[in-house]
């Protein structure tokens, strides 16, 4: 026993060694079999979409704000006190409606006393055509001189004028009493209301100021640059938020002659009438339509993107995205039209085309769609 374990003792550094070895070894297997480490980014997911050929309409697009038409000032036509006001702010009035009652006594006295003094020309003139008739056949008879009877006609001639003045007197007095009413010129809506009952007012003192939204004007500012491309008698489309989706037509009226000092914006002018709930102060996109093409090559605005070589799109094939540089024209509905670099057909980079880079990977996320065409325009 004591001889075994002796053995063992010596050939125990042997064993040792071969077991670093084949520790060794295997750490050399190890490393050998380590997979090579991928190079390049991965693809990037994209969708696209395809350069489209249609008709497209040409215009230049800017924000301009509503103002309404008829908005009068009504002040009032004869100094009084003011005894009623049957019109508040915010309330809607009818043509002729009663707004406010300015105290009629004086006036009513006036066209009492007018209409007094007619009736009493009346009777004069009436008594005075009889005495010339009957002084005309004593005339005839001999039996009184012709200046007898041209003096009857002159004082006939007298009375009349003074009739004719006195039924205009009459009249200014009637007109006068009827401008103690203070009415509504027009249908619309009391915006202010300045008079309250007991005030004394003056001719031409403000009583109520009114709007109408039913007659609307757009102005509509552009710059100096479009002057030669805008003109009287253009279409233009409108849209509101207080109308969304629905396309608003107009009509170009009056382009100003001169260019804005503040802005050194030329403003244009298109009158419409409301389709409802358009108010005047309000905002609108407006689009004045200068021309159309019938072949135009169009784009989703996404998928043009800006880099250093100017406005691109990229071009989708066999799972690469290869640069095109565009020159872009005007935009309509979500569409953009390119006027260089596209023929039509081409599958673009749509969402996820602003993170590529000329002959970088892509992954298709969905099949290539078609890009909706615009609604067509409504008729004028």
């Known amino acids: 026993r004591n001889r075994g374990r ?9 064993g040792m060694r071969g077991a670093a070895l084949l520790v060794a070894a295997a750490l050399l297997a190890a490393c050998g079999d380590k997979p090579a480490e991928k190079k390049g980014a991965p693809p990037t997911l994209i969708t696209t979409t395809q350069a489209q050929v249609m ?18 000032k009504i002040g009032a036509e004869i100094a009084g006190k003011v005894v009623k006001v049957t019109a ?4 809607a009035v009818v043509k002729g409606q009663l707004l ?16 007094g003094e007619v009736a009493r020309l009346e009777a004069l003139l009436l008594q005075q055509e009889r005495v010339l008739a009957r002084q005309s056949e004593l005339v005839q008879k001999n039996f009184i001189s012709k200046n007898a009877l041209d003096e009857a006609t002159a004082q006939r001639d007298a009375l009349k004028n003074q009739l004719a003045s006195a039924r205009a007197r009459a ?44 007659r609307l004007r757009a102005n ?25 989706g629905e396309a608003i037509s107009a009509v170009v009226e009056d382009i100003r002659p001169t260019v804005g000092d503040g802005n050194r914006a030329l403003e244009v002018i298109a009158r419409l009438d ?37 406005k691109v799109v990229y071009l989708i094939a066999d799972g690469k995205a290869a640069q095109q540089v565009v020159e872009v024209g005007s935009k309509q509905r979500g569409l953009i039209e390119i006027t ?41």
Do not use: W
Request: hydrophobic share 40%; aromatic share 2%; charged share 20%.
């Open 274 to 310: 409301n389709p409802g709930p358009l108010k005047g102060g309000g905002s609108v996109d407006a689009v004045v339509v200068t021309g159309a093409r019938e072949q135009a090559v169009v784009v989703p605005e996404q998928a043009v993107v800006l880099r250093p070589a100017g």
């Open 55 to 72: 008709p497209l309409e040409i215009g230049e697009r800017t924000l301009g704000t509503l103002e309404a038409v008829n908005d009068p």
């Open 171 to 214: 009249n200014l007095s009637r007109n006068a009493l009827d401008k103690t009413r203070v009415v509504a010129p027009l249908a619309g809506i009391i915006e202010t209301q300045v008079v309250a009952p007991g005030d004394y007012v003056k001719v031409g003192d403000p009583l109520f100021r009114m709007v109408s939204n039913a």
């Open 100 to 115: 406010a009652q300015i105290d009629p006594t004086d006036a009513g006295h006036q066209v009492n006393a007018d209409s």
């Open 340 to 380: 260089s670099g596209l023929r039509g057909g081409e599958t673009l980079a749509l969402d996820g085309a602003g993170f590529l880079s000329d002959g970088a990977a892509v992954n298709v996320k969905e099949m290539p769609k078609t890009a909706a065409p615009p609604a067509a325009p409504k008729p004028q």
């Open 220 to 244: 509509l500012p552009f710059p100096e640059s479009a002057a030669a491309r805008l003109k009287i008698g253009q279409p233009v489309r409108l849209s509101s938020p207080l109308s969304p």
């Open 6 to 14: 002796a053995l063992c003792r010596r050939a125990d550094p042997a």
């Open 88 to 91: 508040r702010a915010g309330e």
